[in-house]
């Protein structure tokens, strides 16, 4: 038996019903927290600083010193980068600090434990990873282009010196300076991914640093063609296809290699979208 409802006194008006907000509303102020949080950390700030100091200085440094070489070679010297390779030769120690940021969009509120109020305010934890997900992939996106075209721009400008710059309207420079600054946002969602995962700040960067710098590093050391036969899965190298203008013949086209390059990241999300809802935070 129901209850009747109270009567309505004359002169009064019954308060309408609450109704729960459209999702699209919701969305909307969720990404909206998401944005606050992550720019209300020094970190943020820190991490994309030392990107670019590291992308454009090191690129920079790289071009000139091998552009000095070039000009009285020694003897038996290896073959010369080609000038697009040189302009990012400082994103695979950037491409650590962009991790990084990353990570710590999800650890830093996690080691405060203000993650909790989080997940209790947004009971959707999938939402939650979505929002972060998508500030701090629009951030290092945003920061990776311009990285990447000041960096091609700085090193052009060197080896024009040279008689050896490119122009961006040569065929396939454009794209490739557009696929270095999307990189970077592979690797800091590939950076997230990992700290909702582990949920340790130490942790998912020693993954990070692993996975984009470490094991490369040690898989070109073994004989061929074993190290291109691993390598070719590996983010950084398949980044290194994608702004070279001679791609290598003995590694996966740039189009599968893109494909490498966004499955890194789209597997660690899928992870961390796992745990995030399996455990308690």
């Known amino acids: 038996m129901t209850a009747a409802a109270p009567p309505v ?78 302009s990012f030769s400082g994103f695979p120690t950037a491409q650590l600090a962009v991790a990084v940021l990353g990570v710590l969009a999800f650890t830093a509120e996690q080691s405060t434990g203000l993650i909790r109020t989080t997940f209790v305010a947004v009971p959707r934890r999938r939402a939650v990873l979505a929002a972060k997900a998508a500030t701090a992939g629009a951030v290092a996106l945003a920061a990776g282009e311009v990285l990447a075209f000041a960096s ?42 990992l700290g909702a995962a582990l949920r340790s700040t130490a942790a998912a960067i020693a993954a990070a640093v692993a996975l984009t710098y470490l094991i490369p590093e040690i898989l070109s050391l073994l004989p061929s063609p074993w190290n291109g036969r691993i390598d070719r899965f590996l983010p950084l190298t398949a980044a290194q296809q994608l702004v070279s203008l001679h791609p290598r013949t003995d590694m996966f086209a740039p189009a599968l290699s893109l494909l490498v390059v966004i499955g890194w990241a789209a597997a660690a999300l899928a992870a961390a979208c796992v745990v995030i809802t399996r455990r308690d935070a």
């Open 152 to 193: 091609f721009f700085l090193t052009q400008a060197i080896l024009s010196g040279h008689q050896r710059g490119l122009s961006l309207a040569h065929p396939g420079v454009a794209g490739a300076v557009l696929a270095g600054g999307f990189y970077l946002a592979v690797v800091a969602l590939l950076g997230l991914g």
């Open 9 to 86: 006194l004359p002169g009064s008006t019954r308060p309408p019903s609450r109704t729960a907000p459209a999702a699209a509303v919701r969305a909307r102020d969720l990404l909206a927290s998401e944005w606050i949080k992550l720019w209300s950390v020094r970190s943020t700030y820190a991490a994309l600083s030392i990107a670019a100091v590291l992308a454009v200085g090191l690129s920079a440094l790289g071009t000139y010193l091998t552009a000095a070489a070039a000009a009285h070679p020694p003897h038996g010297s290896p073959p010369l980068p080609d000038a697009l390779t040189l």
